[in-house]
């Protein structure tokens, strides 16, 4: 195969990537019309995907001239900057579906932190309280409110993902103490638990401040 080939047929890799992008994110906007809960962050990764396409065109004319390695390295430098935005958007379109039929966004196993990780800065910036109603989750946007059910003794409370996790297989979220102790699952040290996303305007009792006054999560 000449050098000729192979630029041709990276291009046309490339091609089928932009649209095959573009097929993922009608496919999400279809699946979030139905709730302008989900709209926002289903915009955000449209406008992520939208400001990788310049560069993904820029490389493609860069690809037409180059020599064949720098050609497939072109390919592979479009492909990676236009997964994650996809995926963002396929995320976002999981939970405004959760929202509307009022399903479980994800079950399986939470744990725990350990005390150790008190005062520890989290994914949002701000230090890890144990004695607040917080959890850790792998790709819901910090600020998501969540309620958490322990499927073996039904008690559930109101969370706020502020922080990046658990990274271990199995895992679906970590919480904090003070939430784990709601969820009576201290001594057991995980539960099977249910998440269910709620709409940024849902509070919680035990997430107020001394004067009462509700602390509203911002949504990232």
Same mark, same amino acid.
């Given at each position: 195969?000449?050098?000729?080939?192979?630029?041709?047929?990276?291009?046309?890799?490339?091609?089928?990537?932009?649209?095959?992008?573009?097929? /993922?994110? @009608?496919?999400?906007?279809?699946? @979030?019309?139905?709730?302008?809960?989900?709209?926002? !962050?289903?915009?955000?990764?449209?406008?992520?995907?939208? %400001?990788? @396409?310049?560069?993904?065109?820029?490389?493609?004319?860069?690809?037409?001239? +180059?020599?064949? %390695?720098?050609?497939?390295?072109?390919?592979?430098?479009?492909?990676?900057?236009?997964?994650? !935005?996809?995926?963002?958007?396929?995320? +976002?379109?999981?939970?405004? =579906?959760?929202?509307?039929?009022?399903?479980?966004?994800?079950?399986?196993?939470? %744990? $725990? $932190?350990?005390?150790?990780?008190?005062?520890?800065?989290?994914?949002?910036?701000?230090?890890?309280?144990?004695?607040?109603?917080?959890?850790?989750?792998? @790709?819901?946007?910090? /600020?998501?409110?969540?309620?958490?059910?322990?499927?073996?003794?039904? =008690?559930?409370?109101?969370?706020?993902?502020?922080?990046?996790?658990? $990274?271990? %297989?199995?895992?679906?979220?970590?919480?904090?103490?003070?939430?784990?102790?709601?969820?009576?699952?201290?001594?057991? /040290?995980?539960?099977?638990?249910?998440?269910?996303?709620?709409? !940024?305007?849902?509070t919680n009792a035990a997430d107020k401040d001394e004067r009462g006054a509700a602390k509203l999560p911002t949504i990232r």
């Open positions: 195969m000449n050098a000729r080939t192979v630029r041709s047929v990276a291009l046309r890799t490339t091609f089928c990537t932009l649209l095959l992008a573009g097929a /993922g994110m @009608t496919m999400a906007a279809q699946e @979030t019309a139905a709730s302008d809960e989900g709209d926002r !962050p289903a915009l955000l990764s449209v406008s992520a995907l939208a %400001s990788t @396409t310049s560069a993904a065109v820029s490389a493609v004319a860069e690809a037409a001239s +180059a020599p064949v %390695s720098a050609a497939v390295s072109a390919v592979s430098a479009v492909t990676s900057a236009i997964t994650e !935005p996809v995926q963002r958007i396929r995320n +976002a379109a999981a939970t405004t =579906t959760a929202l509307v039929t009022g399903q479980p966004h994800q079950t399986g196993n939470a %744990s $725990y $932190y350990a005390d150790k990780f008190h005062g520890r800065k989290t994914a949002s910036g701000e230090n890890f309280d144990n004695t607040e109603l917080t959890m850790a989750h792998r @790709t819901l946007p910090l /600020g998501t409110l969540v309620k958490v059910t322990n499927l073996a003794n039904n =008690t559930s409370v109101v969370v706020r993902v502020n922080d990046r996790g658990p $990274y271990s %297989s199995g895992r679906v979220a970590d919480l904090s103490r003070a939430a784990a102790e709601k969820l009576n699952m201290i001594r057991q /040290g995980f539960a099977q638990v249910a998440l269910h996303i709620l709409p !940024p305007s849902a």
